[in-house]
Structure formats: structure tokens, C-alpha cells
């Protein structure tokens, strides 16, 4: 990761260091999560649960004014699914399988991009913009002790997923697109971030190309990653099998996708950032309409 390149930093972190999120309210309780069910899960109350479904509103919102068509999809998915978009086999101890053979889903990317498996589009109706917001469910293998304080590293988190099946050489302007789209929503949150493109030891299984963007995190002082936007080439779509039908014939598809955002770690950001010692934060004001207040009270 130390090869991976730096591509753009926006505003410079102005809290350089401050008390976590779970010391910053009392409205994040793990303790009640693992009593629930178990380590690495969390319940929100009060306003801070509000918040988090303010800023789920507010992401499916700004993916559909970005062009992406909302779409409610499954939480649980069948082997072939997630053999299509490159978790199985090879991340299988990632995954949480229920005992009937299907598996709970890590990403919406899943279900989204297998709706057109085994389809042959035509390239009239390209590009295809979809979005969901939905839980995502990842068992963390191979992670224990890393970032077990709060809600960096949960089994259960909420994000809202945009994905894009575009034409092959359409594929690298929107993996652009789609990467701009993420940078839009930190940037109307006022919150700092920097955009790094991974160096080909760090790009994951399935991707040919990917940026990350990773939002500043006080309680650490570090940036952490809240958005991976990767074009994916042909990968997937030779796995599910999904075409496109031109006048030069059929071919596979270029599928592209990336986080609008994760909401836990955006809801990190945005408390930790925005904490002067009171028991007030004032909220950015995009997200007021969807709050109903310029405050939060912790």
C-alpha cells in the first residue's frame, strides 16, 4: 500500500486529534450489540440513529440525481451470484452462508450487477446506472484484534452501492464518473479526503483498476477508506455471463462500481470532525433537510 499513488487531497484535516465516536456519545452502544448477538455488532439511538438514516436518505438521493436508477434488491444471494461478481470461491471465509447454501450479501454490488446475468443488453440502453442502499454483511475473517473499538469494522454495516454496465471502451471514463460521484457527496459534507489509486500489488481479485478514497479519521489520525470505486473489465461479465448486442456483433460488457457512501464510517467522520467538546454538532448543511435540524445533540 505504500506504492499506491496519491491522485487528489481535499481540505486539510482541522481536527488533528480528538476522542473516538463511542467516547464522543453515549447513543453508540456496542455492549447492547453484543448482547444481541455477539462481538462486531452495534445498536445506534437517538439522534445518532437519526442521523444514520439521514445520511442514507441523502446518498440514494444523490446517486439518483447523478443518473442512477434506485433499485431494492435481496439481502441474501445464491452461490452463483457471488461467483459471477468474484467472492466465491476465493473469499468464501468472508462471507456469512446460511444454512441452506446461500449467503448473506457483503455488498450490493452483488445482487445489482447479477440482475442482468446470463442477458444480452443492447447497447441502445447503455450505460447502466443502478444504486441500493441495503445492509452488507461480512464476517471479517482474518481481521480479530484490528479496529475492534466502535464502528470502523463491523458484521453489519449500511452502504449505498452505484454500479455502472457500460461498453468496454466507455469503461475507464466511468470508472471516473462513478469515483466523482463519491467525491461529491464528502465534498457537500465538508468533510477532508484524499484519493489514492492503488498500485497493481494492492488492486483486489477481481478488478483491473481501482481508486480509493479515504476520509480523515481524528480519533486516529489517520485517513481511512470509506469509498473503493474499481472497474472490473470483462471479469464479472464473463462470469455472469452478461453481453452486449451491437451492429459488430455480441460481446462481454465492462461492469464498474463503487460506495456512495458507507454510512457508518461516514457517520464517524462527520461526529469526530465536527466535535468541539459540547454537547452540540453542528451537521453540514446538506444534510439538514434530510435531519430536520442544524444540530445534533450527543
Same mark, same amino acid.
Given at each position: 500500500?505504500?506504492?499506491?499513488?496519491?491522485? $487528489? *487531497?481535499?481540505?486539510?484535516?482541522?481536527?488533528?486529534?480528538?476522542?473516538?465516536?463511542?467516547?464522543?456519545?453515549? %447513543?453508540?452502544?456496542?455492549?447492547?450489540?453484543?448482547?444481541?448477538?455477539?462481538?462486531?455488532?452495534?445498536?445506534?439511538?437517538?439522534?445518532?440513529?437519526?442521523?444514520?438514516?439521514?445520511?442514507?436518505?441523502?446518498?440514494?438521493? $444523490?446517486?439518483?440525481?447523478?443518473?442512477?436508477?434506485?433499485?431494492?434488491?435481496?439481502?441474501?444471494?445464491?452461490?452463483?451470484?457471488?461467483?459471477?461478481?468474484?467472492?466465491?470461491?476465493?473469499? *468464501? &471465509?468472508?462471507?456469512?452462508?446460511?444454512?441452506?447454501?446461500?449467503?448473506?450479501?457483503?455488498?450490493?454490488?452483488?445482487?445489482?450487477?447479477?440482475?442482468?446475468?446470463? %442477458?444480452?443488453?443492447? &447497447?441502445?440502453?447503455?450505460?447502466?446506472?443502478?444504486?441500493?442502499?441495503?445492509?452488507?454483511?461480512?464476517? $471479517?475473517?482474518?481481521?480479530?484484534?484490528?479496529?475492534?473499538?466502535?464502528?470502523?469494522?463491523?458484521? %453489519?454495516?449500511?452502504?449505498?452501492?452505484?454500479?455502472?454496465?457500460?461498453?468496454?471502451?466507455?469503461?475507464?471514463?466511468?470508472? *471516473?464518473?462513478?469515483?466523482?460521484?463519491?467525491?461529491?457527496?464528502?465534498?457537500?459534507?465538508?468533510?477532508?479526503?484524499?484519493?489514492? %489509486?492503488?498500485?497493481?500489488?494492492?488492486?483486489?481479485?477481481?478488478?483491473?483498476?481501482?481508486?480509493?478514497? *479515504?476520509?480523515?479519521?481524528?480519533?486516529?489520525?489517520?485517513?481511512?477508506?470509506?469509498?473503493?470505486?474499481?472497474?472490473?473489465?470483462?471479469?464479472?461479465?464473463? #462470469?455472469?455471463?452478461?453481453?452486449?448486442?451491437?451492429?459488430?456483433?455480441?460481446?462481454?460488457?465492462?461492469?464498474?462500481?463503487?460506495?456512495?457512501?458507507?454510512?457508518? #464510517?461516514?457517520?464517524?467522520?462527520?461526529?469526530?470532525?465536527?466535535?468541539?467538546?459540547?454537547?452540540?454538532?453542528?451537521?453540514?448543511?446538506?444534510? $439538514?433537510?434530510?435531519?430536520?435540524?442544524?444540530?445534533?445533540?450527543?
Amino acid at each position: 500500500e505504500d506504492d499506491n499513488k496519491l491522485i $487528489e *487531497e481535499y481540505l486539510k484535516p482541522q481536527v488533528l486529534k480528538s476522542d473516538s465516536h463511542i467516547e464522543i456519545t453515549d %447513543q453508540i452502544s456496542l455492549e447492547l450489540g453484543n448482547k444481541l448477538s455477539g462481538s462486531r455488532f452495534s445498536v445506534l439511538k437517538g439522534s445518532v440513529a437519526k442521523l444514520h438514516r439521514s445520511l442514507c436518505t441523502y446518498m440514494i438521493n $444523490e446517486a439518483i440525481n447523478n443518473g442512477y436508477e434506485e433499485t431494492y434488491v435481496p439481502y441474501i444471494v445464491n452461490y452463483d451470484a457471488l461467483e459471477g461478481t468474484g467472492q466465491l470461491p476465493k473469499f *468464501e &471465509e468472508d462471507l456469512f452462508k446460511l444454512s441452506n447454501d446461500q449467503y448473506l450479501i457483503p455488498t450490493a454490488e452483488v445482487p445489482l450487477t447479477n440482475l442482468f446475468r446470463d %442477458q444480452i443488453v443492447s &447497447e441502445d440502453i447503455l450505460p447502466i446506472k443502478l444504486t441500493a442502499h441495503t445492509p452488507c454483511f461480512r464476517s $471479517e475473517a482474518g481481521s480479530y484484534g484490528k479496529d475492534t473499538n466502535g464502528l470502523i469494522r463491523l458484521h %453489519q454495516f449500511d452502504k449505498v452501492e452505484i454500479v455502472q454496465i457500460v461498453k468496454p471502451q466507455d469503461s475507464d471514463k466511468a470508472l *471516473e464518473e462513478i469515483t466523482s460521484h463519491a467525491k461529491s457527496i464528502l465534498k457537500k459534507l465538508e468533510l477532508p479526503f484524499k484519493v489514492v %489509486q492503488l498500485c497493481s500489488g494492492d488492486v483486489g481479485f477481481s478488478a483491473s483498476k481501482t481508486f480509493d478514497i *479515504e476520509v480523515w479519521m481524528p480519533s486516529q489520525s489517520k485517513y481511512r477508506e470509506i469509498s473503493s470505486c474499481s472497474n472490473f473489465g470483462d471479469f464479472q461479465a464473463r #462470469r455472469s455471463n452478461i453481453k452486449i448486442k451491437s451492429k459488430n456483433g455480441k460481446h462481454f460488457a465492462h461492469t464498474i462500481n463503487g460506495s456512495g457512501l458507507a454510512v457508518g #464510517r461516514t457517520l464517524i467522520a462527520i461526529l469526530e470532525n465536527r466535535y468541539n467538546g459540547s454537547n452540540l454538532i453542528e451537521l453540514p448543511a446538506c444534510i $439538514e433537510p434530510y435531519f430536520g435540524s442544524k444540530t445534533l445533540e450527543i
